[in-house]
């Protein structure tokens, strides 16, 4: 499709494992984003890459948590370790834009992660 | 600190008219958006303002007061659809977005 897509689009598992969600955002967005949201609340920023490198990293919760994105394309979020408080919604985002601005965000239906 | 502030839930009458705000306090301004987020869906783009005044887009309107820190997003003829949580985010200086917490509205028949 032509839309961002997420795998899985849930995640169970036992607290201290390692889990890597992915994200394919949509073909040409050079900017990538990854959101949290827990249960009833907003969105809580995570990282932003713009092409294969993330000049923003200010909102990575932990150093549990890392990102990478290959071939301006495809993303993956690490997240080692997992707590409970880990447990929410994975979001990511693309836009065309060749920085953090202006640009309209389109979203990928999301990561579910329940951390046991 | 930066802040976005909306009400947590509003709700409304299908057919009426509904007016959801949003004040924001941030270091800088780049834009305001408005996304819909439908209960256990990702969020879609509604609309995005950067200078003052209204934006109407068929049932859905947007306006901005930059001197006020203020934007609301009108909804008319609502519909049950239109059931779902709507989020404001500003573009500050720095262009990073600050998401508020979203408003859930509710339609009732």
């Known amino acids: 499709g032509a839309g961002v897509s997420q795998s899985p689009s849930n995640k169970v598992t036992e607290k201290g494992k390692d889990v890597e969600l992915r994200c394919d955002p949509i073909s040409g967005h050079t900017a990538l984003y990854w959101y949290r949201q827990r249960l009833g609340q907003g969105l809580e920023f995570l990282i932003y890459f713009q092409g294969n490198s993330a000049p923003d990293k200010s909102g990575l919760p932990s150093d549990r948590f890392s990102a990478e994105r290959t071939g301006e394309s495809v993303s993956t979020l690490t997240i080692q370790r997992t707590q409970q408080e880990d447990s929410a919604v994975y979001l990511c985002?693309?836009?065309?834009?060749?920085?953090?601005?202006?640009?309209?965000?389109?979203f990928g239906p999301g990561t579910r992660l329940t951390v046991l | 600190g930066q802040n976005i502030d909306q009400p947590t839930e509003m709700t409304a009458t299908e057919g009426a008219i509904v007016q959801i705000n949003c004040t924001y306090q941030?270091?800088?301004?780049?834009?305001l958006f408005w996304y819909q987020q439908h209960a256990g869906e990702a969020p879609t783009f509604l609309s995005y303002?950067?200078l003052d005044g209204l934006e109407e887009k068929g049932r859905f309107s947007s306006f901005l007061s930059r001197s006020k820190g203020y934007s609301y997003l009108l909804l008319k003829e609502l519909q049950m659809k239109d059931s779902a949580s709507y989020l404001c985010a500003v573009l500050d200086s720095n262009y990073q977005l600050i998401w508020g917490a979203g408003t859930k509205l509710i339609i009732k028949p």
């Open positions: 303002n950067v």
């Open positions: 941030t270091s800088g301004f780049n834009g």
């Open positions: 985002a693309s836009s065309l834009a060749g920085a953090m601005g202006t640009d309209t965000q389109y």
